[in-house]
């Protein structure tokens, strides 16, 4: 779902539906200007989905020290579809092979989630 800020509506429609989604691609967008939006979707959505992988999108800009983007591209996968344990993830991002930045010109948006940072 790349729909330029609509995503945080079409979120409750997802939500209320009585039919299952297995998986969601999204990008979040203005999230500098819809923070308390974003994190009450993404808490909607850690309910009945886990994140899989994230990506920065590296044509906006950063809004915050820990490098987190106003724009960044997240996928879901249902829970029911998980059949091993959860743990952290100890990759960073971007994963070479998988992501490319948005914009070649500048560099990627990096993420690392571990705790030896």
Known sequence: MDIEGAEHEAFENIFNTNKMVVGMAIEFHQIDNNC????????????????????????????????????VEISFLHKDFVETPIELSKFSYPISGLDQPNRFSKPDIKFNFTNDN
């Open 36 to 71: 308390l939006i974003f994190n009450s979707i993404i808490k909607k959505a850690l309910k009945n989905y886990h994140i899989v992988h994230i990506h920065g999108n590296n044509y906006c800009e950063l809004i915050d020290y820990n490098n987190f983007p106003s724009t």
